[in-house]
């Protein structure tokens, strides 16, 4: 199993293909505070609220110096019918290899209706703008979760 990141921690370089299948890269945001998200699967439906609720939020996450990455272990046609079907303006990439996953912690056992199974462990990590990890939370829920870290970085809504 995965360490899981503590906050101080560099924050692991990634390279993942985006819904379009061009490349996206953590270094392309240096200078910025990124919001890294971590979620199962794309079109169910705890993953469709998650990211409808960074969309809804967006504009209030970018004007305090947020940029959202959301990562799933979905190739790029599955996560490009996830935009268009629901809309959604955060970038959204795929990590079909489980690398970054891992790399971050999000990828491990977890309980899943009793039973303890091997799968992406829903996590968020946000990245301050030199790379280090600021805070790291692990096994969120999907339902809330974006107003959760709105509090907990001090956002002026």
């Known amino acids: ?3 899981r990141l503590q906050p101080g921690d560099t924050a692991p370089a990634f390279t993942l293909p ?3 299948g061009n490349e996206v890269s953590l270094a392309d945001h240096k200078g910025r505070k990124v919001i890294v998200y971590f979620y199962p699967a794309a079109l169910t439906p705890g993953c469709t609220k998650q990211a409808c609720d960074f969309t809804d939020n967006l504009d209030v996450l970018a004007a305090a110096g947020y940029d959202v990455i959301g990562v799933s272990p979905d190739k790029p046609e599955k996560l490009a019918k996830f935009r268009e079907k629901e809309n959604l303006k955060v970038t959204l990439v ?3 290899s489980k690398e970054t ?3 971050y912690g999000a990828f491990g056992e977890k309980k899943l209706y009793g039973k303890t199974v091997t799968g992406v462990i829903r996590s968020t990590v946000v990245v301050d703008e030199d790379g280090k990890v600021e805070h790291a939370f692990y096994n969120v829920k999907a339902t809330g979760h974006v107003a959760k870290i709105i509090r907990d970085l001090a956002i002026e809504g």
């Open 1 to 3: 199993m995965s360490e």
């Open 101 to 103: 996953l891992e790399a």
């Open 94 to 96: 795929g990590d079909p």
């Open 18 to 20: 985006d819904a379009d």
